[in-house]
């Protein structure tokens, strides 16, 4: 059976180390877990989802497989047990990868974080620190006429600037192509957001000044990399 996956997938299977035990939160379909587990990246998988439903179909993929893992319907890490190497979380929300992250502190155990946001990957960023993970690297991709980026993160005291948390570690495993696109995709939604402010009737001094900075940021690593 040929799983296909799609470039954000791609990406994510590209950042994860090899390591033994790796959990999939939110694991859905579970091919990302079955195609690290073929390919020898892992030797044992966790596949965790809050539906047992989507978990069926993990299930089911891997009986097809003829691959074995541990399925668990768990709320994030809450009822995941045992050493874990590999952490995976993608295709949620920043806030929603926050909370699973501090809720399931306790599980983490040192363990590389691989994390997928949707957007708002610059607080997923300044979180990392709070719970002592220091930002490793990033991948921007392109998937669905949509750009992301794949934080990979490990336990460390590095702490980042205002400046490195909003823009990210996107030097390193990325070509200029890609970081151009992605720091014009945050100028464009920085200009939007001044924009709305500005019409604003009431407007919020403190949130203009972050966003202005914000963008002046941007505009100094285009005009360095990608005009």
Request: charged share 25%.
């Amino acid at each position: 059976m040929l799983l296909h996956v799609d470039a954000r997938q791609a990406a994510l299977l590209q950042a994860v180390p090899h390591c033994n035990r790796l959990a999939d939160i939110g694991t859905d379909h579970g091919k990302l877990p079955a195609l690290l587990l073929m390919k020898g990246v892992c030797k044992q998988a966790v596949l965790a989802d809050i539906s047992v439903l989507s978990l069926q179909k993990a299930r089911d993929l891997f009986h097809d497989l003829r691959l074995e893992g541990d399925f668990v319907v768990s709320d994030g890490l809450s009822s995941i047990d045992g050493a874990l190497d590999c952490i995976v979380i993608a295709g949620m929300g920043s806030a929603t990868i926050c909370h699973i992250l501090e809720s399931g502190r306790e599980k983490l155990g040192g363990a590389i974080l691989v994390l997928g946001p949707n957007l708002k990957e610059e607080e997923t960023r300044a979180f990392l620190q709070i719970i002592g993970y220091a930002l490793l690297y990033e991948y921007i991709v392109e998937a669905n006429q949509k750009l992301y980026c794949i934080l990979v993160a490990a336990p460390g005291a590095r702490k980042l600037s205002d400046r490195e948390c909003f823009i990210g570690k996107i030097h390193e495993k990325n070509t200029v192509q890609s970081i151009c696109k992605y720091l014009r995709k945050k100028e464009k939604a920085l200009r939007i957001r001044l924009a709305g402010l500005q019409q604003s009737s009431q407007t919020d001094e403190q949130e203009m000044s972050v966003q202005k900075q914000r963008l002046e940021w941007v505009l100094e690593e285009l005009k360095v990399l990608c005009l």
